[in-house]
């Protein structure tokens, strides 16, 4: 267990609608990252908070935007929601210089 | 830009020793790790190298070159659970991860 907690494990939408996804990070930890990996690919970076500030954005689409809170959890934000978003979405969190550590995962399907 | 390159599939057998190469191109590095990951699963830490040389941890070993933008992670003894994809990812400052799109390596008996 790495101690990042993602919810819901399972999420099934239609395409056109919004939904949002958790992470609570790894306790002491003050950095999220969210990750896209789409079926058989590699891991993409989205985007990086740290202390509630974003950090660092990677190829992120428009229609997603991410947040994190004072209490360190974070949410992504997935809107206007295309076939081609179905993917598991990975939340890890790492102390400063540390090994990042991954939560289990949300698996999306968009129908 | 960053550039992660190792081959997509390996195939090794059961007791053997496998190695898996990972080739980059990168500025401001800041550091290199190898994760596993089974199947629809999370990916879980095995090690890193920061400095250049051989970092040992079990079976499993890590070298890198900074000079050459090359890393290698060495299975030995091989045990069916190792079958998974194992993920070579460069850090730069503000320790983002960009990783590599992950060699699957197969064990047989």
């Known amino acids: 267990d790495s101690g990042v907690t993602q919810t819901p494990k399972h999420l099934i939408t239609a395409t056109g609608q919004r939904v949002t996804l958790r992470c609570s990070p790894r306790?002491?930890?003050?950095?999220v990252y969210w990750y896209q990996q789409s079926l058989d690919q590699g891991l993409q970076f989205l985007i990086q908070?740290?202390?509630?500030?974003?950090?660092a954005k990677g190829n992120i689409l428009e229609r997603f935007s991410a947040q994190q809170f004072p209490d360190l959890h974070s949410e992504l934000n997935l809107s206007s929601l295309e076939l081609g978003d179905s993917a598991l979405y990975f939340c890890?969190?790492?102390?400063?210089?540390?090994?990042?550590?991954f939560g289990n995962g949300t698996r999306l399907t968009v129908t | 830009g960053q550039n992660i390159d190792q081959p997509t599939e390996m195939t090794a057998t059961e007791g053997a020793i496998v190695q898996i190469n990972c080739t980059y191109q990168?500025?401001?590095?800041?550091?290199l790790f190898w994760y596993q990951q089974h199947a629809g699963e999370a990916p879980t830490f095995l090690s890193y190298?920061?400095?250049?040389g051989l970092e040992e941890k079990g079976r499993f070993s890590s070298f890198l070159s900074r000079s050459k933008g090359y890393s290698y992670l060495l299975l030995k003894e091989l045990q069916m659970k190792d079958s998974a994809s194992y993920l070579c990812?460069?850090?730069?400052?503000?320790?983002?991860?960009?990783f590599g799109g992950g060699t699957r390596l197969m064990v047989k008996p």
């Open positions: 306790s002491g930890d003050l950095s």
């Open positions: 990168t500025s401001g590095f800041n550091g």
């Open positions: 890890a969190s790492s102390g400063a210089n540390s090994p990042l550590h």
């Open positions: 908070y740290y202390n509630g500030e974003e950090r």
């Open positions: 190298n920061v400095l250049d």
């Open positions: 990812a460069v850090r730069r400052a503000g320790n983002m991860l960009t």
